[in-house]
């Protein structure tokens, strides 16, 4: 009878091993989680459809390396925010989605983890692509930017008799290019690209110029949460400036910018231009043509501008679903900490996002990026993307073409006036007309 005891006993001992066992194993069965007893796991629901390939190959390495299973689901383009919030609504929600801009932290956050002094945050090299709601909650983290500045071929600049660090403010970038200008025939090109105003590159002085305004008028209000209802125009004048500069010292003149057709990119990538105004995306096409070229600020005669940097910004930023288990949100961050410090997963998103603001992960290739690094750690404040509050943004910007269009033709003080008009009221008239 002992004996059986015994032998009973160490089977009882068995059968609670082997549960243990088992239970230790992931269940799949009804659940498509990919949970374990042991620990959490990763949902991302992706933005970008252009990084799908490269995430999954990256979760696959993770849960080999780590044990943690990380499934990633990309939504189709343009169908994003339709896709978070069926995703949301079930049992099994994404632990990573995307917060891009403040309308999506209204939407999204009170779902959003406070990323306020969490493993990733601390990171980071930079809070200027960080999203924060009305109570300072860290709601989201940029995790890859753009920028965009005006482009300088810097084998002109020497040819001209000149060098880069004359170029510090607008007073500097003015003595250039009206130098070279005035030399253009002699020199065998002038200073600018031309400025054309047709629908193929108006966008770049309607959106991307235009920010300046926006940005030193954001700045000094101590940062936009919300589109605000009107401007106040005080740094027009700094946006005449640059915009002057440009149409005033280019390839082709004033008047003959409306149509459009003469093809700055080529224009610069051919050497007959020694600035072009444009951004990041066309790094590697411009620098197979004249490889040696950077990229500086919008100086534009605002006080310390000394210290401007880049016009930098992205709609790709992370945040970590409050509402699933603290399991799966220390799961979903450690997975981020090593997407962006790990050489080989950093690697890989560099070469597929151009570069993340992460001290840890790894240099990126593209130039124009590197440069607004640069500008960051020497000290330099960011040029935020304040443009993307412009309502009602193709009338706007249709209004501001035509005025700018009338002022080239003739530039006079009260075309000027036009233009400040379309700029400053026609901004309080496109959002009343959005928001009516």
């Known amino acids: 009878m002992k004996a059986k005891r015994i032998l009973a006993i160490v089977l009882a001992v068995m059968l609670v091993l082997s549960l243990a066992a088992c239970g230790a194993k992931t269940d799949n069965s009804g659940d498509d989680s990919g949970k374990t007893a042991s620990g959490g796991s990763v949902y ?83 809070d200027a692509y960080n999203l924060y709601d ?49 030399r253009a025939e002699e020199l065998g090109f002038d200073a600018f690209a031309a400025p054309d105003m ?15 305004e926006y940005f030193y008028e954001e700045k000094e209000a101590g940062g936009w949460t919300e589109c605000p209802a009107e401007l106040t ?8 400036n640059l915009y002057d500069l440009a149409t005033q ?21 051919t050497g007959k231009a020694a600035f072009f105004f444009t951004g990041s995306w066309d790094y590697a096409d411009l620098s197979a043509a004249q490889p040696n070229v950077t990229m500086i600020p919008y100086y534009c005669g605002v006080d310390g501008e000394e210290k401007a940097g880049l016009n930098c910004g992205t709609e790709n930023c992370w945040a970590v679903n409050s509402k699933v288990s603290e ?33 840890n992960a790894v240099a990126s290739t ?46 006079t003080d009260d075309n000027w006036a036009a233009v400040k008009t379309a700029f400053v009221d026609g901004w309080a008239t496109q959002y009343a007309a959005t928001n009516a």
């Open 44 to 126: 991302w629901l992706n933005f970008k459809p252009e990084l799908d390939e490269t995430l999954q190959s990256l979760a696959t390495k993770y849960t080999e390396a780590k044990g943690v299973d990380v499934k990633v689901v990309t939504a189709a383009s343009g169908t994003y925010s339709q896709t978070l919030t069926s995703e949301m609504d079930k049992s099994a929600p994404p632990t990573l989605f995307v917060i891009g801009n403040q309308q999506g932290v209204k939407d999204w956050k009170d779902y959003a983890l406070d990323l306020k002094d969490t493993a990733i945050a601390k990171e980071l090299n930079t």
């Open 134 to 182: 009305e109570d300072g909650k860290l709601v989201s983290i940029g995790y890859c930017y753009e920028c965009y500045g005006i482009v300088t071929n810097k084998d002109l600049i020497e040819a001209a008799g000149h060098t880069m660090d004359e170029i510090k403010d607008f007073a500097g970038l003015k003595a250039v290019a009206e130098d070279i200008h005035a």
């Open 327 to 359: 399991a799966d949100q220390q799961a979903t961050i450690d997975f981020m900490v090593w997407l962006v410090s790990d050489p080989d997963a950093s690697a890989a998103m560099v070469e597929q996002l151009g570069i993340m603001p992460y001290t």
């Open 249 to 269: 010292n280019a390839t082709v003149a004033p008047a003959d910018l409306a149509t459009g057709g003469h093809d700055p990119a080529n224009e610069f990538k």
């Open 233 to 240: 125009g005080k740094y027009i004048d700094n946006y005449k």
């Open 198 to 212: 047709d629908d193929a590159n108006s966008w770049r002085f309607t959106g991307h110029v235009a920010n300046l």
């Open 366 to 411: 593209n130039g124009f990026l590197n440069d607004a690094a640069k500008y960051t750690e020497d000290g330099c404040y960011v040029m935020d993307w304040a443009t993307n509050y412009q309502p009602n943004v193709d009338e706007y910007r249709a209004a501001l073409v035509s005025a700018l269009n009338q002022y080239n033709a003739d530039q």
